[in-house]
């Protein structure tokens, strides 16, 4: 994954761009991205709760970290990272939270993993591994340490409230 | 007790946020832990998030106020809400209309929140008890009772430069009588656990039943602060007194002034904290109030963090309820 997001930074001539981790998950891929890359930007860390689409829904997440972003993303490139794409409703939310910090140059999006589900247009740069689920099956990353991709059934439905931030499991989308 | 909490949902969640009394350590602290998310807000460019966009909040102001009717209403628009600030005293129930009929009508028009201040105790608990379910009721101060907002950005802006409340000395100094801040401090920090809680007054202004509050009474200023953690200053609040408790603010000032020199008694590192608006010369020295150890206009930017998390806390639990209306009606959410 790291060669080919500096393949892709070269072919796009970007010398010190800013990464930024979606939490929890993604914090985690993106702090060891940061650290193969070398990147000399400090990594920043996005949480995505207050722009969620389904606050009206199911009411408030339960655990908020603030936003850190130590450099400013007005005209910079940026590479933000994810655990597990599937929805595309995270990145829609971060997308938008980026946007009300400032105008960056470029958006460029890396995640560990990727699998079928998708509800709306948005693909990712560079991605770990497709993951090809059956019926049920969900993919989630377990950490911070060690970093695993976990396979399994997904929860019945009913969640708990706020229980996955990323709207994994198939009681998430629209009925 | 907190099954029949009118504050609450049949499931514990926050529903309306009338008094920090019967509310539990772990909802505080969960106030506390969403405000230091909405505390980033702040830093963005565009300073607003998009939780309660669609939805109405009314400010219903009784009573006269600058400060908790702006940061609330910046607390409202930074969620997206739409705002409405009705100045009462200039309005219908001057014209004879009833509280209740003020609410219904504001009912009829779709507002989801009513932030309320009544110069009446138990102002707030009325609306909430009378209300359609579908409202959230916020108490913006009834009275002499209680300002719970008000408590929680105190108790958000000590744990910021504090950490936990296990060791701390918390010295509250001035009119405790008539203060409807200093009840809802006081009860916030015997339910988040600090060590010790003081009272320091004049005998005229301490309510009679501090002691059984487990409140150290102290008369002496430089007595009262020594060895404290944070000394939050109150606010001599003239209106509310009746009759001769003060021979002047002067002599309060030369007893019970905070100045650099009292302060010395307290831990060097101790916080000086003052709910606004101040009377300088009267309450406290303006050295103090601009001093190095003042946090009193970080307890301003604080207020708007707990406001944005208290609304939208009571907003999320209309959205739950909202779904498990439609729940019901629809038969099965996921047929």
Redesign the interface.
Known sequence: MADELRALLDRRSIASPLMIGIHTGGVWVAERLHARLGLSEPLGHL?I???RDD??????H???????LPVSV?DRHLILVDDVLQTGRTIRAAL?VL????RPKSVILAALAERDGRQLPIEPNVVGLHARLEPGEQIKLAGPEPLALVRGRAPA?DRP?GADRSGGGP?EGI? | MSALNPQLDGHGNLKHFLTIEGLSRGLLTEILDQSEGFLGVARQAVKKVPLCRGKVVANLFFETSTRTRTTFELAAKRLSADVLNLNIATSSTSKGETLLDTLRNLEAMHVDMFVVRHASSGAAHFIAAHADPHVSIINAGDGRHSHPTQGMLDMFTIRRHKGDFANLCVAIVGDVLHSRVARSQIAALNVLGAAEVRVIAPRTLIPAEAESLGLRVCYDLREGVRGADVVIMLRLQRERMSGALLPSEHEYYQLFGLTEERLSTAKPDAIVMHPGPINRGVEMDSAVADGARSVILEQVSNGIAVRMAVMSMCIGTQNLRGQMRQGADQGDLNG
């Open positions: 949480d709760s207050f722009y606050f009206t829904r199911i009411g408030m339960p655990q908020v970290r603030p936003s850190h007005e938008n946007f009300d910090y400032g439905k409230k009681g009925p």
